[in-house]
């Protein structure tokens, strides 16, 4: 069964940084596509990111210029470089993975940025 973990959430101040990484369990063979998803109290679940084993990318227009997504498709993980973060982020982040397998998604991980 495919597993992600994702890591690197926790408390940051406003425009503080923070890394977030999920990695697969190695029984995924392939991966189309790697992105990260949020969660913010009251409100559903949106998109944010999302990087392709073709190499492209995309975001969502909120974090635009702040976010940068990556991956090592050897270690079969992403990772979601956030910069300039603002109270509007304060979400739970979800990594999720799009393989001939199927979607798989990891537990999440908090992000909260005070002022």
């Known amino acids: 069964q495919v597993q992600l973990v994702e890591s690197g959430g926790g408390l940051v101040q406003v425009g503080g940084s923070l890394r977030l990484s999920c990695a697969a369990s190695r029984n995924i063979f392939s991966v189309n596509a790697m992105a990260w998803y949020r969660q913010a109290p009251g409100k559903q679940r949106e998109f944010v990111a999302v990087t392709t084993s073709g190499g492209s990318t995309n975001y969502a227009t909120s974090v635009k210029g702040r976010f940068a997504i990556s991956s090592d498709s050897a270690k079969k993980t992403v990772y979601l470089q956030m910069n300039s973060l603002n109270s509007e982020d304060t979400a739970v982040y979800y990594c999720?993975?799009?393989?001939?397998?199927?979607?798989?998604w990891g537990p999440g991980t908090q992000v909260t940025v005070s002022s």
């Open positions: 999720n993975f799009l393989s001939p397998q199927g979607s798989f």
